[in-house]
């Protein structure tokens, strides 16, 4: 059975993946968007979840011109709003930092930088993995509710943990009143862990391992979904390459 309310179609767009809403706003105030073979142009237009949404090849280009970049970000930086004079990981994004610049696949440009935003966050006393884009669909796809990317780190600790503490931190534990998704976590080595998590809740590793009697001394990002840090050097950046995808 069909809803008996239409939804607005840039909602729609964002939950199929198309673009994030406010990317879809801006493309049908431009007439970017048709809505069964016809185009829309008014803000706030709805349809309903059956009907078939396409966009203008001025939208497609604009989407494909848009940049995602890998960061390795050092221990001192916040990923999001700069405070208490710290400074922001995407100010390390500067031709100068850009690591083998010959084997990239485009030139670095100032218009790289306008509205580049971190998908995800890395708090300020962890380092490694960053995504930073201009395209809203890859943000929804690592940030967004709905998000299955599987995010690893290797996590320095110290301490005792409680018993029966690595199963808990598999499963079980709680963050905020919510429970926590399952987890795979393993040792390293006896000081070192292995999370694979598929959520992001401000500094989860770190309190899920205060619950098991752990602290956290050091945090390392190396991989988002089929995104790997591999040998990029600390505060160094890359381009996202042709063919590389998170899923």
């Known amino acids: 059975m069909l809803p008996m309310e239409k939804i607005r179609i840039s909602k729609l767009m964002a939950e199929r993946g198309m673009c994030s809403r ?3 706003d801006a493309f049908i105030e431009r007439g970017w968007v048709r809505v069964d073979g016809v185009t829309v142009s008014e803000l706030g237009s709805k349809a309903w ?12 280009q604009r989407q494909t011109s848009r940049v995602t970049v890998i960061l390795n970000k050092p221990v001192g930086y916040v990923s999001h709003q700069a405070d208490h004079g710290y400074k922001q990981a995407v100010s390390l994004i500067t031709p100068e930092n850009l690591y083998r610049p010959h084997k990239q696949p485009q030139r670095f440009d100032p218009s790289h930088l306008r509205g580049l935003a971190p998908a995800g966050r890395l708090d300020i006393d962890s380092q490694g993995l960053l995504v930073l884009t201009q395209d809203g669909r890859i943000a929804r796809q690592l940030i967004g509710d709905d998000s299955d990317v599987e995010k690893e780190y290797l996590v320095r600790v110290e301490g005792r943990m409680a018993a029966n503490g690595l ?3 598999r499963h079980g534990l709680s963050l905020d009143g919510a429970p ?3 987890a795979y976590v393993e040792w390293q080595n006896e000081d070192q862990l292995r999370f694979l998590l598929h959520e992001g809740k401000k500094r989860q590793i770190r309190r899920m391992c205060e619950q098991v009697g752990l602290k956290v001394v050091g945090l390392k990002r190396v ?7 591999g040998d990029l050097p600390q505060g160094k950046w890359r381009y996202l ?3 590389e995808h998170f899923l």
């Open 22 to 24: 406010r990317e879809a």
């Open 49 to 60: 979840p059956h009907q078939k949404i396409t966009l203008e090849k001025q939208a497609r």
């Open 167 to 169: 199963a808990k931190l």
């Open 180 to 182: 926590l998704r399952p």
């Open 223 to 229: 991989r988002m979904g089929e995104v790997v840090l």
């Open 241 to 243: 390459r042709e063919g």
